[in-house]
């Protein structure tokens, strides 16, 4: 009698080579974690190690199990017979149905790592049971001429974790077991040596592992259980899986198919049964980034904000029917039919659908700029349509290069037909294993199996997504419901036009605006405007020491006059084009505002100091050569030239202004005319078109006119022209009724223009602070977590220092030991105490502080970094004499901050010395360096939240310090540099007036 046998290289074919790529192979783990009533499931990528770990907290198995279940291929999930019984369950937890359906996902391990430690503890059952350790090296599958029967799975228990000497012995048995195969010629020696090779290379030892790992799973414990994969080493598609191409907008392959594997997206949704992590750690230094942060993906507040929503069901013959919702406005209860099957029952059954669409232009979007950039960001990278099987993904739907419904390949035909687009969508089909049971996964968790039901399924859905494209976006309006549509949308698109051109026309003249502004403060800095001043009086100089060689005395005289003319007149029209106009019709951010107000007061000081010593020099210059001539200048004529230069200015520069504001008149008021013009003729050429129709009427003839029909049709036709114009009409009375110019108290003329730009700027400056408080929010909310947490873990850290240093006073050997413990802990408090400020300043008390005290703070926490960018670190003797009244929760953070900073520009500057110095007297402290200076335009706005200069700085700590420092009666500001110093910042007591 014949048999089959089974080679080997069967699983790696129903493994491996079966599933479509690693993270579908990590989707499958998942789900079988699933299956095993895990809550958790966390992976942990060590690159550093080429190690990948995946652990779940669920039922895990037995040593019986793993042999029965675990090592038998195409185990049975749903059925029971007398040799095999159904996977365990947890019956404290809602039943949940079986995901792992094929009894090969296991296999799928091989295409993510050459081989695999696998640790798993049975629990909830009928007694303790051990941990199970098993080693398999996948590459032996790979051979040919080899059988099942001939590999050996080491497989051991313990009551413990396996340290790594245990797991060496593990690794002996299967090295001895190559031998074995070796030995009988089963393999080659070089397939041998590359296996031996590949096993020794496993370097773990999980029990030290799951104490350095983030995340609470502890197998060691009598009531818990799970199954740990440590895999090593690890394919290298696994790295291009993660980081995809970095130079694309598109979701890596990790992204696309790990995150939604429950729904979160749409609003009340189920709540995700397993809470799953992903950690990359590319070095050593416990830094790693979480690959599936659940703000990367879709949320319902975003769900809701999107410009149509369709949520319904699909019966059992395919008919749809459910909520069609237009621009978050306009409600249908519609219907879709489908006659695909004839109106008989489908075989894919009846399934759910919620989906969110977002106008792929902003022009057309309801949606603000800033949450439209944001949804249609995410739906580049996992816009989609998902199906969801008892709220467990099934891959690939939602992945955007799977367009299972032709979507995009229709619209590429014909996009007015076919409106939706794949990318702008994002939504559920919700199906279910007992209503849904045609629907049937292939082996390798590439989509449903192309049978029946899926070809109903795809039909159903290719259907409605071409009749609601008919029903509610025709651009014909063929519909009332696309009628709404298109009223809509062209609404949007009016006002998106009219705020375009104004942009537009706004953008030219902020450019300039913000170049002129950057300019001056360039040629500030650079001294420039002192080395022009400068020209002008050497040139006057230079025309009055011709004067001295004059022989007529009213020719010289007058020479005088005409020079000192010219010259006043150069430095007028000098100071004049320096000068920056007021923003007028654009609106700028508060922290050019910010600039532009310290640009006034530099102007002001510039004509206060630079330009009236000039012109001062000017009139000594002419007294001068006057004396040295010995002749007399007409005070008079001096007088009446000064006069009428001034004079000849403002009347020019005023002509200029009223001509510009004439010219800006006459065309609004031809516009104006012209567009009322224009609407008059639209109307009466409607008018006479109805007329005209008189001619072509039957109305005594016809035996079935309708007067009243066709009274209906006229009159609609002209009202909706007049309806028209006078919308238009109203708009441009209610833009002039709008037109506001009036004097306030002091004689200023004040214009609606100016309330507008005041307005807005407000505006932009209440969303500034409104993101930044949000982000401080979420910082505080971080900091009383740790803080709560971090409060009994350092009691009782505490506790246990003193009662080691009981035992230390006994042993000599302890004492080193207790000694390196306590000052190291002692560090590592002070840098817990930064939390205080943040964390409503609980239990803290006002003080007099040493200022030495702070500084040997200092020194503890930035030594490291001073030494590494060869900083001194140097005080005064008045800082040393000097103390500082208030809370230590308030001064040190800001302290930290002054140094942090300055450490930081210390190290961006060429200087060979670099010096932090501190120093005290009686009026407050000041905090000095020689690092590059702070520009003349910065000095007020980095103490402005969201404000840095830095690489990736936030602009938070300046800003939070000063906030911190006013609430305590103390300032915080920038004065003018200490000796042998660039930059100073000074801290002083705020001084009360008299009547506070």
Same mark, same amino acid.
């Given at each position: 009698m014949a048999k089959f046998k089974t080679r080997a290289r069967a699983l790696d074919l129903l493994g491996r080579q079966q599933i479509a790529g690693i993270p579908t192979a990590i989707n499958e783990l998942i789900k079988n974690a699933h299956d095993a009533y895990a809550d958790k499931f966390d992976i942990d990528f060590l690159r550093k190690d080429n190690l990948l770990i995946l652990r779940d907290d669920g039922l895990g198995m037995t040593k019986e199990e793993f042999e029965t279940r675990w090592l038998t291929i195409g185990t049975e999930s749903k059925f029971v017979n007398s040799k095999t019984s159904l996977p365990p369950t947890d019956n404290s937890k809602p039943s949940r149905p079986v995901m792992g359906e094929k009894g090969i996902g296991r296999l799928a391990i091989a295409s993510i790592g050459k081989q695999v430690l696998i640790i798993t503890k049975a629990k909830r059952r009928e007694k303790i049971y051990k941990i199970v350790a098993i080693l398999i090296n996948w590459e032996i599958f790979e051979l040919p001429g080899i059988n099942l029967e001939d590999i050996v799975i080491p497989i051991r228990e313990f009551v413990k974790l396996p340290n790594e000497n245990e797991i060496d012995e593990i690794k002996k048995e299967l090295q001895e077991s190559l031998d074995s195969l070796l030995d009988r010629g089963l393999i080659s020696g070089n397939d041998f040596s590359r296996i031996s090779m590949t096993v020794n290379s496993l370097n773990v030892n999980p029990k030290l592992l799951n104490e350095q790992l983030i995340g609470d799973f502890n197998i060691e414990n009598s009531d818990e259980g799970g199954t740990y994969f440590y895999i090593s080493p690890v394919s290298e598609n696994l790295i291009f899986d993660i980081e995809g191409d970095k130079d694309s907008k598109e979701a890596s392959k990790i992204e696309k198919m790990l995150i939604g594997f429950h729904n979160t997206m749409t609003p009340n949704h189920p709540k995700p049964i397993i809470d799953i992590n992903f950690r990359d750690y590319k070095g050593n230094d416990g830094i790693y980034s979480n690959l599936i942060d659940k703000e990367q993906f879709f949320t319902p507040d975003e769900f809701k904000l999107a410009d149509h929503h369709f949520k319904g069901r699909f019966d059992e013959y395919g008919q749809f029917r459910g909520d069609v919702q237009i621009y978050r406005e306009k409600n249908y209860d519609h219907i879709v039919n489908w006659r695909g099957n004839n109106f008989n029952p489908t075989d894919c059954g009846s399934f759910d659908i919620n989906l969110a669409y977002v106008q792929g232009q902003l022009k057309d979007s309801i949606v603000d700029l800033e949450n439209w950039n944001r949804l249609t960001a995410k739906a580049d990278k996992f816009g989609g349509l998902y199906i969801y099987k008892d709220n467990i993904r099934v891959l690939p739907y939602g992945d955007s290069d799977y367009d299972f419904l032709d979507i995009e390949k229709n619209r590429s035909k014909r996009a007015?037909?076919?409106?939706?687009?794949?990318?702008?969508?994002?939504?559920? /089909?919700?199906?279910?294993?007992?209503?849904?049971?045609?629907?049937?996964?292939?082996?390798?968790?590439?989509?449903?199996?192309?049978?029946?039901?899926?070809?109903?399924?795809?039909?159903?859905?290719?259907?409605?997504?071409?009749?609601?494209?008919?029903?509610?976006? +025709?651009?014909?309006?063929?519909?009332?419901?696309?009628?709404?549509?298109?009223?809509?949308?062209?609404?949007?698109?009016?006002?998106?036009?009219?705020?375009?051109?104004?942009?537009?026309?706004?953008?030219?003249?902020?450019?300039?605006?913000?170049?002129?502004?950057?300019?001056?403060?360039?040629?500030?800095?650079?001294?420039?405007?002192?080395?022009?001043?400068?020209?002008? /009086?050497?040139?006057?100089?230079?025309?009055?020491?011709?004067?001295?060689?004059?022989?007529?005395?009213?020719?010289?005289?007058?020479?005088?006059?005409?020079?000192?003319?010219?010259?006043?007149?150069?430095?007028?029209?000098?100071?004049?084009?320096?000068?920056?106009?007021?923003?007028?019709?654009?609106? /700028?951010?508060?922290?050019?505002?910010?600039?532009?107000?310290?640009?006034?007061?530099?102007?002001?000081?510039?004509?206060?100091?630079?330009?009236?010593?000039?012109?001062?020099?000017?009139?000594? $210059?002419?007294?001068?050569?006057?004396?040295?001539?010995?002749?007399?200048?007409?005070?008079?004529?001096?007088?009446?030239?000064?006069?009428?230069?001034?004079?000849?200015?403002?009347?020019?520069?005023?002509?200029?202004?009223?001509?510009?504001?004439? *010219?800006?008149?006459?065309?609004?008021?031809?516009?104006?005319?012209?567009?009322?013009?224009?609407?008059?003729?639209?109307?009466?050429?409607?008018?006479?078109?109805?007329?005209?129709?008189?001619?072509?009427?039957?109305?005594?003839?016809?035996?079935?006119? +309708?007067?009243?029909?066709?009274?209906?049709?006229?009159?609609?036709?002209?009202?909706?022209?007049?309806?028209?114009?006078?919308?238009?009409? +109203?708009?441009?009375?209610?833009?002039?009724?709008?037109?506001?110019?009036?004097?306030?108290?002091?004689?200023?003329?004040?214009?609606?223009?100016?309330?507008?730009?005041?307005?807005?700027?407000?505006?932009?400056?209440?969303?500034?602070?409104?993101?930044?408080?949000?982000?401080?929010?979420?910082?505080? $909310?971080?900091?009383?977590?740790?803080?709560? *947490?971090?409060?009994?873990?350092?009691?009782?850290?505490?506790?246990?220092?003193?009662?080691?240093?009981?035992?230390?006073?006994?042993?000599?050997?302890?004492?080193?030991?207790?000694?390196?413990?306590?000052?190291?802990?002692?560090?590592? +408090?002070?840098?817990?105490?930064?939390?205080?400020?943040?964390?409503?300043? $609980?239990?803290?008390?006002?003080?007099?502080?040493?200022?030495?005290?702070?500084?040997?703070?200092?020194?503890? $926490?930035?030594?490291?970094?001073?030494?590494?960018?060869?900083?001194?670190?140097?005080?005064?003797?008045?800082?040393?004499?000097?103390?500082?009244?208030?809370?230590?929760?308030?001064?040190?953070?800001?302290?930290?901050?002054?140094?942090?900073?300055?450490?930081?520009?210390?190290?961006?500057?060429?200087?060979?010395?670099?010096? /932090?110095?501190?120093?005290?007297?009686?009026?407050?402290?000041?905090?000095?360096?020689?690092?590059?200076?702070?520009?003349?335009?910065?000095?007020?706005?980095?103490?402005?939240?969201?404000?840095?200069?830095?690489?990736?700085?936030?602009?938070?700590?300046?800003?939070?310090?000063?906030?911190?420092?006013?609430? *305590?009666?103390?300032?915080?500001?920038?004065?003018?540099?200490?000796?042998?110093?660039?930059?100073?910042?000074?801290?002083?007591?705020?001084?009360?007036?008299?009547?506070?």
């Open positions: 007015s037909t076919y409106f939706f687009s794949y990318r702008r969508m994002f939504g559920t /089909i919700n199906i279910t294993h007992k209503g849904n049971s045609k629907l049937v996964e292939k082996a390798g968790r590439e989509g449903f199996i192309e049978n029946k039901a899926y070809r109903q399924l795809q039909a159903i859905l290719k259907n409605f997504f071409i009749q609601l494209a008919a029903d509610f976006f +025709d651009e014909k309006s063929k519909t009332p419901q696309s009628e709404f549509y298109n009223e809509k949308k062209n609404e949007r698109n009016s006002i998106y036009k009219a705020l375009e051109r104004r942009d537009k026309l706004a953008k030219t003249k902020k450019d300039k605006f913000l170049k002129d502004l950057e300019l001056f403060f360039k040629r500030l800095n650079e001294n420039k405007y002192n080395e022009d001043v400068n020209n002008f /009086i050497n040139v006057a100089q230079q025309q009055f020491n011709s004067v001295l060689f004059m022989k007529d005395l009213d020719e010289a005289s007058q020479k005088i006059i005409d020079t000192e003319f010219e010259t006043r007149q150069k430095l007028s029209e000098y100071r004049r084009n320096i000068g920056i106009p007021t923003p007028k019709g654009f609106n /700028i951010s508060k922290n050019v505002r910010i600039d532009f107000d310290t640009y006034l007061t530099e102007y002001k000081i510039l004509g206060e100091t630079l330009f009236k010593n000039a012109i001062q020099e000017v009139d000594n $210059l002419v007294t001068d050569y006057s004396e040295k001539l010995n002749i007399e200048i007409s005070k008079r004529k001096r007088l009446e030239q000064a006069v009428e230069f001034i004079s000849s200015e403002a009347l020019k520069t005023n002509t200029k202004k009223r001509t510009e504001t004439n *010219e800006v008149v006459t065309d609004v008021s031809k516009n104006i005319k012209e567009i009322t013009n224009q609407l008059m003729l639209d109307l009466d050429f409607q008018i006479r078109s109805v007329k005209d129709k008189f001619k072509n009427l039957s109305v005594n003839e016809a035996d079935d006119f +309708d007067l009243v029909e066709e009274r209906k049709k006229m009159e609609t036709e002209i009202e909706m022209i007049s309806d028209r114009n006078t919308h238009v009409m +109203d708009r441009i009375i209610r833009q002039f009724e709008s037109f506001y110019i009036d004097k306030d108290e002091d004689g200023n003329i004040v214009t609606n223009d100016q309330i507008s730009d005041a307005l807005a700027e407000e505006l932009d400056e209440l969303r500034e602070r409104v993101q930044a408080d949000v982000e401080l929010s979420q910082l505080g $909310l971080a900091v009383g977590i740790l803080h709560h *947490e971090f409060h009994g873990t350092v009691k009782s850290i505490r506790s246990s220092i003193r009662d080691l240093k009981a035992w230390s006073d006994v042993n000599d050997k302890l004492e080193g030991v207790y000694n390196n413990i306590k000052v190291n802990f002692e560090h590592l +408090d002070g840098y817990l105490n930064l939390f205080t400020p943040l964390n409503r300043r $609980l239990n803290r008390k006002r003080e007099a502080i040493g200022l030495l005290e702070i500084k040997t703070f200092l020194i503890d $926490l930035f030594k490291s970094r001073m030494e590494r960018h060869n900083i001194q670190f140097k005080h005064t003797k008045g800082f040393a004499a000097h103390k500082i009244y208030g809370y230590r929760s308030t001064f040190y953070p800001a302290f930290v901050n002054l140094i942090d900073n300055a450490i930081y520009w210390l190290n961006q500057s060429n200087g060979k010395e670099k010096v /932090i110095r501190l120093h005290a007297d009686e009026s407050g402290v000041y905090i000095s360096n020689n690092g590059i200076e702070i520009p003349v335009q910065d000095k007020n706005r980095i103490f402005i939240m969201g404000f840095s200069r830095k690489a990736n700085g936030r602009g938070m700590g300046l800003s939070i310090s000063q906030e911190v420092l006013n609430a *305590e009666n103390y300032s915080l500001s920038v004065v003018s540099p200490k000796e042998g110093s660039t930059v100073t910042f000074k801290i002083e007591r705020i001084k009360k007036e008299d009547n506070e």
